[in-house]
């Protein structure tokens, strides 16, 4: 019989969270720093047609979030999109992905952070915050992201329900804005002839065209926006009505988010002054312009002289970033509690308080990395390449286990079965590949790195025994998944999409990495990365854990908890 009240889950977490508060978890995340930034950075790259960029980002994202929709429905656990691949494939595939899952859930409240920080700082008591000749934050910048760490910390520690109740209010408003926007703008001020200024609809050159399009994908905040749509997954454990409620939540926070950025983006290309693109020789260089470049929006809506929505924009630059930031940071611990709860973590991460079910260890911990984000990338345009990275790698893990589980599980209980999911499972897996590609071989580098890192905290974890239910290493998708990573970073290396994005006439990323340079022409590229993506995801799945070695994993989970009492 369904519940209507609040329960506590298996995992000791409070089950008081509804419809509302899961998909507007999700569009908080969603709305957030990028509708306020990627729309100026994506033309800079691809011009007008970055309206096609965001057309195939949303087309990308969509499928996956159809994916989680389904295994969300299937395993409503908190920090789910990190245990997925640990059900089907063992601790090999499972610690790997989720740590990939906790890097880009705790990157994103930093880089909120500093979108605050950097659009506030156009005002002239904020202009000590952020220095914009360089792109990095003030000593002043600085302390001010700390305290707004210390406010995310705070909401967190008082529990979900409040968190849930203030992030309505938050959604709501960020929402209403930017369609106030794409309206007064499209009305005010707009001037259809910059749809075919500086150099045309594409951008011309070698690096132009269709290229500059599917850079802008991964490099301009588009699919960084859109994503978030996973923070109702996230949150399953405190779900009132998980099997009903999470794949209504997320396709509805997603669909809703595309149709807003899109809109966004047409506004902004729409509203543009013809003379700022003028004296900026074309779209390319948009960047350098340094009000454009701290705010957008704001810079657009000024120079068009409608004061009361630049104003309304400098307002939104604090709602609209510390929404998502706040939800994220709740998204991270819940990952690092799942993480725990796998035996991947010190156990510490699991520990809640009894009177309030927080995993108050794994919130302070989550807020000290994410402080650590603001040090070697200062930007919100150096830091969204990585983010982004991170979380495709991340959302690439769904295909792969909804894969297993519908050839080792297919009678077992789904409230949303994917249509066609023989055909769309392994296409979402190549549009996952595609997206990390086209971040470049500068941000895939990194990106490795930064796995590695993660390889040596959980071994050390393991070699200290900071956890009593720490699992057996299963190797055998270690072939598979490592493979995976070194044939992506031969393609990534050989590539066309080298170091970063040129921006401004500059390298929106750089590395001390060679490669990237373009040996591997266009399309040929995507051919092969196409056809090598399909031999890892069959691979994968004829690489899955028996059945009985599946069913001990997922044992972890009270499936009749989940539905109610």
């Known amino acids: 019989m369904e519940g209507t ?29 990028g509708w306020l930034f990627a729309g100026l950075l994506a033309t800079s790259i691809a011009g007008p047609a970055a309206l096609i960029s965001w057309g195939i980002a949303s087309v990308i994202v969509i499928i996956l979030a159809l994916v989680h929709a389904e ?122 002839g910059n749809f075919k200024a500086g150099g045309g609809f594409f951008v011309p050159g070698k690096l132009g065209g269709m290229h500059a399009v599917l850079d802008a994908v991964a490099n301009a905040g588009i699919v960084f926006s859109l994503l978030g749509f996973e923070q109702a997954v996230q949150l399953g454990g405190e779900a009132r009505n998980p099997q009903r409620d999470l794949p209504r939540a997320v396709i509805s926070s997603i669909l809703i988010g595309a149709l807003i950025y899109i809109g966004a983006q047409f506004a902004f290309i729409a509203a543009l002054s013809p003379q700022t693109l003028s004296s900026m020789h074309g779209w390319t260089g948009l960047y350098s312009d340094p009000a454009l470049a701290a705010a957008p929006f704001y810079t657009v809506a000024k120079v068009a002289g409608i004061a009361w929505l630049a104003w309304v924009f400098r307002i939104d630059a604090v709602i609209s970033p510390a929404g998502t930031g706040l939800i994220y940071l709740t998204s991270a611990s819940r990952i690092g509690f799942g993480l725990s709860k796998n035996g991947y973590i010190p156990e510490a991460f ?65 409230t949303y079965v994917l249509p066609g999911a023989q055909f769309l499972t392994p296409l979402s897996f190549v549009f996952a590949s595609f997206v990390v590609y086209w971040a470049g071989w500068g941000t895939y580098s990194t990106l490795m790195i930064a796995l590695l890192i993660g390889y040596l905290l959980m071994w050390l974890s393991r070699v200290f025994n900071a956890n009593s239910h720490q699992p057996k290493i299963d190797w055998g998708a270690a072939k598979w998944v490592l493979s995976y990573f070194v044939g992506m970073g031969i393609i990534s290396y050989f590539g066309s999409f080298g170091p970063g994005p040129i921006i401004g006439g500059i390298r929106g990323f750089q590395t001390v990495w060679i490669g990237g340079d373009g040996r591997l022409g266009l399309y040929w590229d995507l051919l092969v990365i196409a056809i090598f993506s399909l031999g890892i995801y069959y691979w994968a799945i004829a690489s899955r854990l028996s059945d009985a070695e599946m069913d001990e994993y997922i044992g972890s989970v009270v499936v009749a908890d989940t539905v109610g009492h």
């Open 5 to 33: 009240t609040s329960t506590l889950s298996a995992d000791g977490l409070k089950r008081d969270v509804g419809f509302w508060g899961l998909a507007w978890a999700s569009e908080g995340s969603i709305i957030g720093s």
């Open 71 to 192: 295994l969300g429905g299937m395993f409503p656990v908190t920090g789910g999109t990190s245990r997925f691949p640990h059900y089907a494939y063992g601790s090999f595939a499972g610690l790997t992905y989720g740590w990939f899952a906790y890097l880009q859930a705790a990157s994103v409240a930093p880089i909120e952070v500093l979108a605050t920080i950097q659009y506030t700082s156009t005002a002239s008591w904020a202009s000590s915050w952020y220095k914009g000749s360089t792109n990095t934050l003030s000593g002043t910048g600085i302390a001010v992201a700390v305290v707004l760490m210390i406010a995310f910390v705070i909401v967190n520690l008082i529990g979900v329900r409040w968190l849930a109740h203030t992030n309505t209010t938050m959604t709501t408003w960020k929402v209403i804005v930017p369609v106030v926007a794409i309206i007064v703008l499209c009305l005010a001020n707009f001037h259809g």
């Open 350 to 414: 699991e520990k809640v308080n009894p009177k309030t079910k927080i995993p108050v260890f794994a919130v302070l911990v989550t807020a000290a990395v994410g402080l650590l984000f603001l040090l070697p990338f200062p930007s919100w345009s150096k830091l969204v390449g990585i983010v982004t990275g991170a979380s495709v790698i991340m959302y690439s893990s769904a295909p792969l286990a909804l894969g297993a589980f519908r050839q080792s599980h297919p009678s077992m209980a789904r």
